[in-house]
């Protein structure tokens, strides 16, 4: 190029508008982002690479969006142990374009039929532990994968989970977020049973670019594609995981995995500014989400600057309502002594919001009552051709879960038990054959009765927080979907917990860096507690239907090793 026609490029490019040209993203904003990914038959969006190609292999061979999931989702349980396997639990959403409806899925496991609150309280107990045989309750994921797949499928589960048996047998290199959480992570897990010699090959975890194979896990995939959901629940797998569960003093056994079945349920809703925004009931966080945007929409918080001190203030205010309620009545549905409906309804979010001081940061907050009528995880969705789309979580809860690892299979057993309340009279109270309060919640977004946005953000408490900030960049802010997920978050956290703890002292509140020292400073001065924190702020997959162009919208953001791809 003549130096002539590079200065006359260097003129037009310093003549464009700001937000002309993609480099001002980067620039020009408080944030980072880069392109969305644009596709017209289907798109794919996990927290790793391989695992979205592997969707869109399934894809391309004639799969469902259902097949293509639950093949990343089975590669995933390789590739991204420190959060996901077949040893945890699964939730759903599936846009049905055949029925023109969403249905919901809870593949959420009970909890063992031979432990007792008393034997728990007579340990001494206060709480249950995060690892080791106490806290495991039954694996509901593989219950999860043959009840989609029974409903929406098209491909044999044989040839759904070659992939991931490939890479199993094979090896894949370990991505860098995943190797970090695996160095902290493994070594804490160590002396469980059988968890050295499933991830700590050579007695170390893994580093980035490390080829890490499990043949255990090869093996019980395989014995799911060739004798389904029994194998797991009745077979081979579950005397394996019985015989092992009574040798470690957990209490699992096979007849809590042969009564285990998975439940179809309605996702629940409420409108926020013209869009219908659905997450699954109770024994998940989900509707967490919706009473924040209950509380919330009688704001105009697009006339405050996006992640001003203002702005930060009225979702942090509103978060910390939302969960007081939480911690009190979310639960197994068969437990719980409200009503969803009346947690959501527009009457019992006018009287929440009122409690919002919008000049200062609450110490404490009480749950309502809305009875009193006035009328580590793991994200991924996918799209197909038909316009089916999934939005589908999976985790072990805390990272690999309990620990504890069936010797041959591959996989640990989750510690979702952790989640209950040892109190007599609590909705969430430990008792045999009880479903936990869950952390995983998928997303789903109707405008005018179609499709709009399947989505999730990972990370335990912030999930319903991480659900609403994405959600008001895209509506209240018109962020495009990638942008929604790169721009800066917050993190509260201290609420009170659905397992007994009080927030006392208006918890503490956590901002990524992009977020500056004015706003800090006010924030401050309304009185919240800020803590500096690395990491904890979610991961954040999207895709978005564009209806008018018949066109699919992706995300992933840079948070996690994602990616987002299509054809």
């Known amino acids: 190029m003549s130096t002539y026609i590079l200065a006359l490029a260097i003129v037009a490019l ?47 061979a004639g799969g469902s969006a259902v097949d293509a999931a639950i093949a990343a989702n089975a590669t995933l349980g390789l590739m991204e142990p420190t959060g996901c396997g077949v040893g945890g639990d699964l939730f759903a959403m599936v846009w049905d374009p055949a029925s023109n409806r969403l249905h919901g899925l809870n593949g959420s496991g009970r909890s063992p039929k031979a432990l007792t609150r008393e034997h728990l309280l007579g340990l001494g107990l206060t709480q249950i532990p995060a690892v080791g045989p106490l806290p495991v309750s039954v694996p509901g994921c593989v219950d999860g994968w043959f009840a989609l797949h029974a409903k929406f499928g098209k491909l044999p589960m044989a040839q759904v989970l070659a992939p991931a048996i490939r890479y199993a047998r094979e090896g894949f290199p370990v991505s860098e977020l995943i190797a970090w959480y695996w160095a902290r992570g493994g070594p804490y897990l160590a002396d469980q049973p059988g968890f050295a010699t499933t991830f700590l ?271 008001l960049n895209l509506i209240d802010f018109g962020m495009n979907v990638q942008e929604a997920g790169d721009a800066a978050r917050f993190h509260h956290t201290g609420s009170s917990e659905p397992t007994g703890e009080r927030m006392t002292t208006g918890g503490e509140l956590h901002l990524e860096s992009a977020i500056g020292a004015e706003v800090r400073a006010e924030l401050t001065r309304r009185g919240h507690v800020l803590r500096d924190a690395v990491g904890g702020y979610g991961g954040y997959q999207a895709i978005h239907y564009d209806a008018a162009r018949d066109l699919y919208v992706g995300a992933s953001e840079s948070r996690k090793d994602g990616q987002a791809a299509g054809y």
């Not at 020009?28 to 794919?44: I, M």
């Not at 005018?448 to 999930?463: A, E, N």
């Open 201 to 471: 090959p050579g007695g170390r975890a893994p580093a980035k670019g490390d080829l890490f194979r499990n043949e255990g896990l090869a093996r019980t995939y395989e014995a799911l594609a060739t004798g389904g959901r029994a194998a797991f629940y009745e077979g081979a797998l579950a005397e394996t995981i019985d015989t092992f569960c009574r040798s470690v003093g957990c209490f699992l056994r096979k007849e809590d995995l042969a009564a285990h079945r998975s439940t179809w349920v309605e996702p629940v809703s409420v409108n926020y500014r013209g869009y219908d925004v659905w997450e699954l009931p109770p024994n998940g966080q989900g509707i967490a989400a919706l009473q924040m945007l209950g509380i919330l929409e009688g704001f105009k918080l697009a006339g405050f600057e996006h992640n001003s001190a203002p702005y930060l203030h009225h979702l942090i205010e509103a978060k910390k309502l939302a969960y007081e309620d939480r911690a009190r009545f979310y639960a197994d549905p068969e437990f719980m002594d409200v009503a969803v409906a009346d947690l959501l309804s527009d009457s019992y979010a006018t009287r929440r919001r009122a409690l919002l001081d919008p000049a200062r940061a609450a110490r404490t907050v009480d749950h309502g009552d809305p009875k009193l009528r006035q009328g580590d995880t793991i994200y991924l969705t996918v799209a197909d051709e038909s316009r089916m789309m999934v939005s589908l979580i999976q985790s072990n809860y805390r990272g690999f879960g309990s620990g504890l690892c069936p010797p041959g299979l591959g996989f640990c057993l989750q510690d979702r038990g952790e989640m209950f309340h040892l109190g007599a009279d609590h909705p969430n109270g430990y008792a045999p054959g009880k479903r936990p309060f869950h952390t995983i919640i998928p997303g789903f977004v109707t405008k005018d009765g179609k499709p709009w946005l399947s989505f999730g953000v990972m990370g335990g408490d912030m999930q319903p927080q991480g659900h609403v900030q994405v959600l």
């Open 14 to 60: 310093t003549l464009m508008p700001a937000g002309a040209w993609a480099g001002d993203r980067i620039s020009g904003r408080a944030h980072a982002t880069r392109s969305e990914v644009l596709a017209r038959h289907a798109l794919a969006a996990t927290s790793q690479p391989l695992a979205t190609q592997v969707a869109l292999e399934i894809l391309r």
